[in-house]
Nanobody, 122 residues
Framework: QVQLVESGGGLVQAGGSLRLSCAASGRTFSSYTMGWFRQAPGKEREFVSAITRSSSFTYYADSVKGRFAISRDNAKNRVYLQLNELKPEDTAVYYC???????????????WGQGTQVTVSS
């Protein structure tokens, strides 16, 4: 069982930056692929980024490639998402997800956090 708690969301102007953090419970964090997803009002949840267990591979949605950066610290049981050059269309609730064995870019993650709101004003 893994519990995930996101933090770092907030209100930012277009062009600004935020750093999201996801804290995971448990002693097996390093065995999980970690992902970030987002859901905007009236839209389905979508994949944003993912990172494999030892940070060997990272994945990004085309809409955020070059602007967002995912990283993890297995010693601290944390995964991060650096959001740069934010746009109003990045406004959404951002969710952290974990799974020991999943396609990193797919929706089938076993464990999800409660989400953190990111609002980008124009």
């Amino acid at each position: 069982q893994v519990q995930l708690v996101e933090s770092g969301g907030g209100l930012v102007q277009a062009g600004g930056s935020l750093r999201l953090s996801c804290a995971a419970s448990g002693r097996t964090f390093s065995s999980y692929t970690m992902g970030w997803f987002r859901q905007a009002p009236g839209k389905e949840r979508e994949f944003v980024s993912a990172i494999t267990r030892s940070s060997s591979f990272t994945y990004y949605a085309d809409s955020v490639k070059g602007r967002f950066a995912i990283s993890r610290d297995n010693a601290k049981n944390r995964v991060y998402l650096q959001l740069n050059e934010l746009k109003p269309e990045d406004t959404a609730v951002y969710y952290c997800a974990a799974d020991p064995q999943t396609v990193p870019t797919g929706p089938r993650y076993n464990y999800w956090g409660q989400g953190t709101q990111v609002t980008v004003s124009s």
